[in-house]
């Protein structure tokens, strides 16, 4: 399916959603109409297998009639002392099971024939998914859509015939389009970003722009030593340390293949986001096998397997993306100062995490790694322990590249962001800045970064290439000896390495001389020709120039 299907299959879920949310809240609205989404996904892909697994025995579907039966639902009654082994084969093989009565064949055919039983039929369906379909990896899945809210109604009977108008717009809404993996997912992320969008501030701190989002995982799938050679054949592992909705970690499967990556690993402490990633995961084909998302807050370092303290077990990754939230207050404590994590650099100020998200990251980084993490512009330059942290970082070698982003990117805020791009071994011995901030197409609500598609410039590619080969330009990219930056007192304000004034346009004085001498002739012929007129009404004339 091309991209341009995919989007119109996310427009087309948005206009649904923009029409039926009504009062509701566009974040609530956005997690019930995505869980639906992600039901029809799993429905669609178990039943895929389950005629797989069948052959022959699974039920021909011109034989059923158009009663709203899925096949699955008329095999189940014709051979239920099969069912149980039947599970266990679709538990190994599909990884879950969901019931016939719970498949969105069936939940679509209760909402358009408005049945009373859909809610609790819903409610039923979550519910074994959650904990009886295939051990944790659907654990909690659903856990922040209550079907029981006021907000879809306040009656059992109100809040049955909202979800039942939903569905049935829904299921109109997916009917014309395949369902596809991919078109199911980027539907899924187009949703996600328009909710985001839609939402403010606070839905956009958990979302990172599709723009952005490219940059950074180009940078990461380069070789890191030698990134002019081009994207490294496999990394065994990735890890956001706040992955949102797990879009930064999907780009980077998208760009090594789907089997380019060992294993990826995230982490979010917003339990609502934490589900949406857990099923953006999924709906974009990654196995439960080949993901592990983790509910807990990353400065506190809440997760078991980031804890080892046996050095030689220690988790470390091949490449490492974060967006971080932007100057997060926290609260450090005196432990934090002797946390393996902090205690070389020191702990971020209370007023401002950036860094400690940073150095959280930088801590399990392999030493082959990448790391890429998009921070505001103040840790570039700000004092204090901020000021200590980078200047021990940029000591030892490890900030490679600095790329200055336009304001006015992100939903979450306004302001200009950076990327820093962190390696633990690094050949050059200079830092490269890159000032692209001044490269952006204006949009009504967002600012945009051309990729060089539909006649846009193609910013997004000059960013990434001029990381690869490290190229010098006036006024956009440089390389920076450490003794220049140790003589600006290890500040990274790219402003005190790359001129970002305007330019004065020389004037050729010959060529501006010839174009004022023919303008005054066209205002010559022009008065005389509008005297003529003036005269035959007997009106009084226009002075001629004095020429």
Not at 54 to 70: E, H, K
Not at 95 to 116: C, F, G, M, N
Not at 144 to 173: F, Q
Not at 452 to 465: E, F, L
């Amino acid at each position: 399916m091309n991209d341009q299907i995919q989007k119109q299959l996310g427009r087309t879920l948005w206009n649904i959603a923009d029409q039926l949310r009504g009062a509701m809240n566009a974040d609530d609205f956005r997690d019930y109409m995505l869980s639906f989404l992600f039901l029809r996904y799993l429905s669609d892909n178990y039943e895929v297998a389950a005629k797989k697994e069948l052959g022959r025995d699974y039920p021909n579907t011109s034989a059923i009639g158009n009663g709203g039966r899925s096949p699955l639902s008329v095999w189940y009654a014709q051979y239920p002392d099969d069912v149980a082994p039947f599970e266990h084969q679709m538990r190994l093989k599909a990884h879950y099971v969901i019931k016939p009565e719970h498949l969105w064949t069936s939940i679509a055919h209760l909402a358009r024939t408005q049945d009373s039983e859909l809610l609790n039929t819903l409610q039923a369906g979550f519910k074994y998914i959650e904990n009886d379909s295939f051990q944790s990896t659907f654990g909690g899945l659903f856990s922040e859509i209550n079907l029981g809210s006021d907000k879809l109604g306040r009656t059992y009977a109100d809040r049955n015939a909202k979800l039942c108008a939903i569905i049935t717009e829904i299921a109109k809404g997916l009917a014309n389009f395949s369902s596809d993996v991919d078109a199911l997912g980027d539907a899924y992320e187009y949703l996600i970003g328009q909710f985001a969008a839609g939402s403010g501030k606070k839905a956009g701190e958990f979302y990172t722009p599709q723009q952005v989002s490219d940059i950074l995982s180009a940078i990461v799938t380069l070789d890191s030593q030698e990134p002019a050679t081009g994207k490294r054949e496999r990394l065994a592992s990735v890890f956001d340390f706040s992955c949102g909705s797990g879009s930064l970690l999907l780009n980077v499967r998208k760009r090594m293949g789907p089997h380019g990556i060992g294993k990826i690993y995230g982490q979010e402490k917003n339990i609502t986001t934490y589900n949406l990633a857990r099923m953006n995961m999924l709906l974009h084909g990654v196995k439960d096998t080949e993901f592990e998302i983790y509910h807990g807050d990353t400065l506190t370092n809440d997760w078991d397997i980031l804890r080892e303290l046996n050095p030689a077990k220690k988790p470390s990754f091949d490449a490492i993306v974060a967006n971080p939230p932007f100057s997060l207050r926290w609260e450090p404590t005196e432990a934090m100062g002797d946390d393996v994590r902090f205690k070389n650099y020191g702990l971020a100020p209370k007023s401002a995490a950036d860094f400690a998200f940073l150095l959280h990251g930088f801590h399990y980084l392999k030493d082959e790694g990448v790391m890429a993490i998009i921070l505001p512009h103040g840790v570039l330059f700000r004092s204090g322990a901020e000021e200590r942290i980078r200047t021990k970082l940029l000591k030892d070698g490890h900030i490679d590249t600095v790329i200055g982003l336009p304001a006015n990117l992100f939903y979450s805020t306004g302001i200009p962001v950076c990327i820093l791009v962190l390696k633990k071994c690094k050949k050059p011995d200079d830092v490269l800045f890159i000032n692209a901030a001044e490269y952006f197409l204006r949009d009504k609500r967002q600012n945009n970064l051309g990729n060089g598609k539909n006649g846009a410039p193609d910013h997004i590619g000059k960013i990434i290439s001029t990381y690869q080969f490290r190229t010098e330009e006036s006024r956009y990219s440089k390389r920076v000896s450490m003794d220049r930056i140790a003589e600006e007192g290890f500040s990274l304000n790219i402003s005190r390495y790359i001129s970002t004034s305007v330019v004065n346009k020389e004037v050729e004085l010959a060529a501006t001389h010839e174009e004022l001498i023919k303008l005054e002739e066209e205002i010559r012929i022009a008065t005389v020709n509008h005297n003529a007129f003036l005269k035959e009404l007997g009106l009084p004339l226009m002075p001629m120039a004095d020429i």
